[in-house]
């Protein structure tokens, strides 16, 4: 016998709306969209931009031949077109495959294959591995070039640079949330230590509400200054690409950890958050104190990946107070 409470209470666009991620970057791109939302060298984005080259890539995307529930694998360090991936592979539908810069040509090769990859992005670093890799799977893949203004060595393999690829697409694409939330956003592979690399998926509803909760778990206020020393690739950032874009923040990139370029970023953009293993929060409190010079505010830390020795918990401490 049906509830009484169901009778007319059907799900519909009026009361129901799938929990995304892709929510936050609309948002931000509509209600914020002037104010900064990505610093990478000497360049800079806003939340609006940020939205329009979304949605381009997810228009590009489709143009290729991409469809709903296809893998799209990127291989790229923390630049700008890495905070865009997170948003425009899933407004097509896609699932995005963040593949672990680290890793040789045959793990990466595994990967491309097991997750069925259609396309692959490559920064230019890591070109000759996914070139390699690539070829092992023995698939047709499509790969996209990535330049980097902070990378002097340009290599390319693919049939296209990302740049014109967006130029392919249209701004206005139509922003698409998934028909269920249930539906896959991500797709994470571990390192392979003890066999096979394992496929691990994220669904629409899980980034939504890891994002969340990062932000509940941090207090982290409104506009925070989030800098990139935890890889994008590791588990999407622990979803601080769609953390960031809920609180229309700042992602402050970065392609390599190293204590001075650390401090430094964080003196010049007065950085208000950041995240890593416990050896990238080691390597800064054992960094010289005059790195340290001038940072005079509050800067919040989280640790994970394994646990942090007490050694590392007293030297941030220690540092906090001096």
Not at 65 to 78: E, S
Not at 232 to 237: A, L, S, V, W, Y
Not at 253 to 282: M, N, Q, S, W
Request: proline share 6%.
């Amino acid at each position: 016998m049906n509830d009484v409470y169901e009778l007319g209470l059907h799900k519909n666009p009026a009361n129901h709306v799938a929990l995304s991620p892709l929510t936050f970057l609309e948002r931000a791109g509509t209600v914020y969209r002037d104010r900064l939302a990505v610093v990478h060298g000497t360049r800079r984005l806003t939340w609006g931009q940020v939205f329009a080259r979304a949605r381009r890539l997810a228009s590009a995307l489709e143009k290729l031949g991409i469809k709903k529930g296809d893998t799209v694998a990127v291989m790229l360090p923390n630049t700008p077109p890495m905070v865009e991936v997170h948003f425009g592979v899933p407004a097509m539908g896609a699932v995005l495959n963040t593949l672990n810069t680290r890793l040789d040509a045959d793990a990466i090769g595994f990967m491309l294959d097991h997750g069925e990859a259609k396309v692959v992005l490559v920064d230019a670093e890591y070109a000759e591995v996914v070139r390699v890799a690539v070829a092992k799977t023995g698939r047709d893949i499509i790969i996209i070039d990535v330049d980097d203004d902070e990378f002097i060595a340009p290599k390319h393999i693919g049939v296209i640079e990302y740049e014109a690829l967006l130029a392919t697409g249209d701004p206005d694409q139509a922003w698409r949330l998934p028909d269920d939330e249930w539906d896959a956003i991500s797709l994470n592979y571990t390192s392979g230590t003890t066999g096979n690399p394992k496929g691990v998926v994220y669904h629409h509803r899980g980034a939504h509400q890891n994002a969340v909760s990062n932000i509940l778990e941090w207090d982290m206020p409104h506009h925070a200054v989030y800098l990139w020393t935890l890889p994008m690739f590791h588990c999407n950032g622990w979803c601080f690409p769609w953390t960031m874009a809920a609180r229309a923040g700042v992602n402050v990139c970065l392609r390599k950890v190293e204590p001075k370029a650390v401090f430094d970023l964080i003196r010049a953009h007065r950085v208000t958050h950041y995240c890593g293993a416990p050896i990238v929060h080691a390597s800064l409190v054992n960094a010289p104190a005059e790195l340290r010079a001038g940072i005079d505010w509050r800067v919040s830390a989280m640790v994970a990946g394994a646990a942090p020795p007490a050694a590392m918990i007293e030297g941030m401490r220690a540092s906090a107070s001096t």
